[in-house]
């Protein structure tokens, strides 16, 4: 409790220069003597010599995220095939060697009560 209560000891002439460095600014006083002098420069540059003196805290332990395990890459393609969409020939993709044009000419299906929702947004009706 009395170490609570003691008066932190006044600070030395080489943190008062360090803190006047530190919080200098043009139209502040040049000297240490000027600042300490000026009723608001002094209480500042004291302030924070004293806060120079003083030992700094604990590192905060720094709190992360447990990791989890990360599985290893198959060395082994897959046990299945993909199996293709019904409906969608395998002729369609350029490295079947199917043109272009063939790709360009896709259009969504459209089931009954589909809306599309950027269109009605637009209040694009015209079909």
């Not at 080489?14 to 000297?31: C, K, M, V």
């Not at 604990?58 to 095939?81: E, F, G, I, M």
């Amino acid at each position: 409790m009395k170490a609570a209560c003691a008066k932190a000891p006044e600070p030395t002439t080489e943190q008062l220069e360090l803190a006047l460095r530190q919080l200098w600014r043009p139209g502040y006083p040049r000297t240490l003597a000027d600042a300490l002098e000026h009723p608001t420069f002094g209480h500042c540059v004291r302030g924070l010599a004293r806060n120079l003196g003083r030992a700094a805290p604990p590192a905060a332990p720094v709190h992360r995220l447990p990791t989890h395990p990360v599985p290893a890459t198959p060395q082994q393609p897959p046990a299945q095939a993909r199996q293709r969409r019904p409906g969608v020939p395998s002729d369609r993709s350029l490295a079947a060697g199917g043109s272009q044009a063939e790709l360009g000419r896709w259009t969504r299906s459209r089931d009954p009560g589909w809306i599309d929702r950027k269109r009605a947004a637009a209040n694009d009706f015209d079909d």
